[in-house]
């Protein structure tokens, strides 16, 4: 199949590469073009770790080129870019043409069905709780992947694509996809901005000064008892909304293949097999600008909805805001886009299901 990625990050090339390895024609489209020129004057992608290829993936030079010629397209960018790819391509979709979001923030699904529900189109968009890969650019050309997760939650809205759904994501990157019930569910399942929160805030100066250091190496005791904290305010909230998600000890069993223990316990065990990777060397991280506004504050704003706040989420928002000297809660484009300042338990529920 020929798949269409918007971005051309890590995530976006992991992506290609398994892409490639499952027989399928990945195309990647960078919006500045600056991440792709070299690809795009015929040096090869190469990926190492996790994922070993070296693979030569067609080059979009526009939102319409990537779009008009894929049987499906992946967005696969930070969160502080999904509005600007959604109003990209909804110009250009076809009826039925599935849009996957790796991985879904924000309910990014629902503005690009308000999109598409003013072009009167229906397509299934399928949001994906995680992304397939983790791992870093090591240069323009070079990925360096540090895991192919085992499980990933999915979704669609509406939720009635929902099996074949399912059926696409395995035939493009084989079994390791789980559904659940609905896009609550994955709005709730996107581990990275709460754990972010706790490593990012206690290594700060670590990122501030550009210094090397271990992330899982750093994850100690006390930093694993805050995160499995934080894990304990996101399943509160999605128990209120009566959906089942994924627990934090869960998520790096299956994303990192380790034994069940306590969140330090696992992160020892991955330093200890040379996989715990590297953490942030910036304070312009996308652990914070595209976590907090896009993962932090949906969920703060969940729990106000169900009457389960988010405490330590909401401070950890604020903190971070005042060493950043810039309000986090103010830098969410797609949230304001759907008045969901506005939105009831009821409305957003009926949302979810079968988008606008």
Same mark, same amino acid.
């Given at each position: 199949?020929?798949?269409?990625?918007?971005?051309?990050?890590?995530?976006?090339?992991?992506?290609?590469?398994?892409?490639?390895?499952? %027989?399928h024609d990945p195309m990647l489209w960078s919006p500045?073009?600056?991440? /792709?020129?070299?690809?795009?004057?015929?040096?090869?992608?190469?990926?190492?770790?996790?994922?070993?290829?070296?693979?030569?993936?067609?080059?979009?030079?526009?939102?319409?080129?990537?779009? @008009?010629?894929?049987?499906?397209?992946?967005?696969?960018?930070?969160?502080?870019?999904?509005?600007?790819?959604?109003?990209?391509?909804?110009?250009?979709?076809?009826?039925?043409?599935?849009?996957?979001?790796?991985?879904?923030? +924000?309910?990014? @699904?629902?503005?690009? +069905?308000?999109?598409?529900?003013? *072009?009167?189109?229906?397509?299934?968009?399928?949001?994906?709780?995680?992304?397939?890969?983790?791992?870093?650019?090591?240069?323009?050309?070079?990925?360096?992947?540090?895991?192919?997760?085992?499980?990933?939650?999915?979704? !669609?809205?509406?939720?009635?694509?929902?099996?074949?759904?399912?059926?696409?994501?395995?035939?493009?990157?084989?079994?390791?996809?789980?559904?659940?019930?609905?896009?609550? @569910?994955?709005?709730?399942?996107?581990?990275? =901005?709460?754990?972010?929160?706790?490593? @990012?805030?206690?290594?700060?100066?670590?990122?501030? *000064?550009?210094?090397?250091?271990?992330?899982?190496?750093?994850?100690?005791?006390?930093?694993?008892?805050?995160?499995?904290? &934080?894990?304990?305010?996101?399943?509160?909230?999605?128990?209120?909304?009566?959906?089942?998600?994924?627990?934090?000890?869960?998520?790096?069993?299956?994303?990192?293949?380790?034994?069940?223990?306590?969140?330090?316990?696992?992160?020892?065990?991955?330093?200890?097999?040379?996989? %715990?990777?590297?953490?942030?060397? /910036? &304070?312009? +991280?996308?652990?914070?600008?595209?976590?907090? =506004?896009? %993962?932090?504050?949906?969920?703060?704003?969940?729990?106000?909805?169900?009457?389960?706040?988010? !405490? &330590?989420?909401?401070?950890?928002? /604020? &903190?971070?805001?005042?060493?950043? %000297?810039?309000?986090?809660?103010?830098?969410?484009?797609?949230?304001?886009?759907?008045?969901?300042?506005t939105t009831t338990r009821e409305g957003l529920e009926?949302?979810?299901?079968?988008?606008?």
């Open positions: 199949m020929r798949v269409s990625i918007l971005g051309a990050g890590a995530a976006a090339c992991g992506a290609a590469a398994q892409l490639s390895i499952m %027989g500045s073009g600056r991440s /792709t020129e070299a690809l795009a004057a015929g040096a090869p992608l190469l990926a190492t770790g996790a994922i070993e290829a070296s693979i030569r993936p067609r080059i979009a030079a526009s939102a319409e080129e990537a779009v @008009a010629s894929a049987d499906v397209v992946m967005l696969a960018m930070p969160g502080y870019a999904h509005k600007l790819a959604f109003d990209a391509i909804a110009p250009h979709l076809r009826e039925g043409q599935p849009v996957i979001i790796s991985s879904h923030a +924000s309910f990014g @699904a629902l503005y690009l +069905s308000r999109l598409l529900a003013a *072009r009167k189109l229906r397509t299934p968009i399928i949001a994906w709780g995680t992304t397939l890969t983790t791992g870093r650019k090591a240069s323009a050309t070079e990925v360096a992947v540090n895991s192919l997760r085992s499980k990933i939650d999915l979704a !669609t809205v509406p939720e009635n694509a929902a099996d074949e759904a399912l059926a696409l994501c395995t035939t493009l990157f084989g079994e390791r996809f789980v559904l659940r019930e609905g896009l609550l @569910a994955i709005a709730l399942s996107n581990l990275n =901005p709460q754990n972010h929160l706790a490593i @990012a805030l206690f290594n700060l100066t670590r990122m501030e *000064r550009g210094e090397s250091w271990g992330q899982a190496e750093n994850v100690t005791p006390a930093v694993g008892r805050v995160m499995e904290a &934080l894990d304990a305010e996101r399943l509160a909230i999605a128990g209120a909304f009566g959906v089942t998600v994924r627990t934090i000890r869960e998520h790096y069993a299956f994303s990192y293949q380790l034994p069940v223990g306590s969140i330090a316990e696992m992160n020892a065990e991955l330093h200890g097999r040379g996989k %715990g990777g590297f953490g942030p060397t /910036t &304070l312009e +991280s996308r652990y914070v600008l595209e976590d907090a =506004p896009y %993962g932090l504050l949906p969920t703060v704003l969940l729990g106000r909805l169900v009457g389960r706040p988010a !405490t &330590l989420h909401e401070a950890g928002l /604020t &903190l971070l805001s005042a060493a950043y %000297g810039r309000d986090f809660t103010r830098e969410n484009d797609l949230l304001p886009a759907l008045s969901f300042d009926a949302l979810a299901r079968n988008g606008f």
